[in-house]
């Protein structure tokens, strides 16, 4: 196996959670989401029984705890992770800022109504950019 062809070799992959857990703002329970996904996270005792269930750990001391644990197939993920993909590997992007789903909708409902012919490219493009910002605004605040 090999990385993904790239211009640059040394960083033409990027490395990025299976999950990615929070807890929201409106959680009745906030303390105990956070100790639940510490468990997840942290907890030999969990990770013993999920092993790889939900991707290779990033956290590197319960991985290498579960490692006698683990089928030859995982094992290999692993290593190929380890020894050929995090060396090649860049940081991965921020989360998208607020309000980029909606933008990432209305660009697909506009490019449908051109696709109908219900509206040019150029009134599509400009109806993006105007109600795009607006949207955008809307959430700088968030």
Do not use: H, W
């Not at 960083?11 to 703002?25: A, D, E, G, M």
């Not at 959680?27 to 639940?36: G, I, L, T, Y």
């Not at 290593?79 to 660009?107: D, K, R, Y």
């Amino acid at each position: 196996m090999v990385t993904y062809p790239s211009p640059d070799a040394e960083k033409c992959n990027f490395l990025k959670p299976s999950q990615l857990f929070c807890v929201t703002v409106d959680s009745k329970n906030p303390e105990e989401a956070v100790k639940f996904i510490d468990f997840l996270v942290n907890s030999q005792e969990c990770n013993e029984i999920l092993l790889c269930e939900r991707g290779i750990l990033t956290n590197t001391k319960m991985g290498e705890a579960i490692i006698p644990k683990l089928s030859d197939a995982d094992k290999k993920a692993i290593e190929f992770t380890n020894n050929v993909i995090i060396p090649t590997s860049s940081q991965v992007n921020p989360a998208p800022p607020e309000g980029s789903s909606e933008v990432s909708s209305l660009i697909g409902k506009m490019i449908e109504r051109v696709c109908y012919q219900e509206i040019s490219a150029e009134d599509a493009a400009q109806e993006i950019f105007d109600q795009g910002n607006e949207i955008m605004a809307a959430n700088a605040d968030k």
